[in-house]
């Protein structure tokens, strides 16, 4: 079972819908890579009807609602962004001719970090504590073509991706 406990960092996402559609890609990534390793037999997402209705207030309720759905084991992960936006001060000319030799767009950065319990369901032992990164990179660009959404949702997806990469990792080390 894996259950995201939502960032407590602020987010540059604040419309509802874009927010959907970062939890739909983080969880389709985050399953497409821990089932792609093959270490998993079954990889779901524990359904919030298996919680408290006010949701989970510690670690105990998220590995009681875990027992409930028959699970082995609960990942709890939470992921937080921060964004960077490095404007260039020519970038006044960019539509000039003068720009296009001159100047060379603004650049913006997202970075996210990832952090993340592997518990076991029937003993409550945590078997690791795991961290991953990404990022993402805007280029350079005119200052309208740079979405702080965009670059946040995609680096959000590639710290998922490597998240879930180095948990397999960590349960690859375990079964040795």
């Not at 399953?31 to 524990?46: A, I, N, Q, R, W």
């Not at 990942?75 to 001060?89: H, I, M, R």
């Not at 990404?134 to 200052?143: N, Q």
């Amino acid at each position: 079972m894996i259950f995201e406990i939502e960032g407590a960092g602020l987010s540059e996402i604040k419309n509802p819908q874009k927010l959907l559609e970062l939890r739909k890609r983080t969880y389709a990534a985050m399953k497409e890579k821990l089932e792609d390793t093959k270490v998993f037999s079954e990889v779901d997402f524990l359904p919030d009807i298996l919680l408290p209705p006010d949701g989970p207030k510690d670690l105990k309720t998220l590995y009681i609602g875990a027992a409930r759905a028959n699970a082995d084991g609960i990942l709890v992960y939470s992921t937080e962004s921060d964004y960077q936006y490095d404007p260039n001060g020519l970038c006044i000319f960019y539509p000039t001719i003068i720009g296009v030799f001159i100047s060379t767009g603004s650049r913006a950065f997202s970075t996210s970090l990832s952090k993340s319990i592997l518990i076991d369901v029937k003993t409550g032992f945590i078997y690791s504590i795991i961290e991953a990164y990404g990022d993402s990179d805007s280029g350079i660009l005119p200052v309208a073509y740079i979405s702080p959404e965009q670059l946040e949702i995609k680096s959000r997806t590639n710290t998922v991706e490597a998240l879930s990469k180095r948990v397999a990792e960590k349960v690859l080390n375990l079964k040795k």
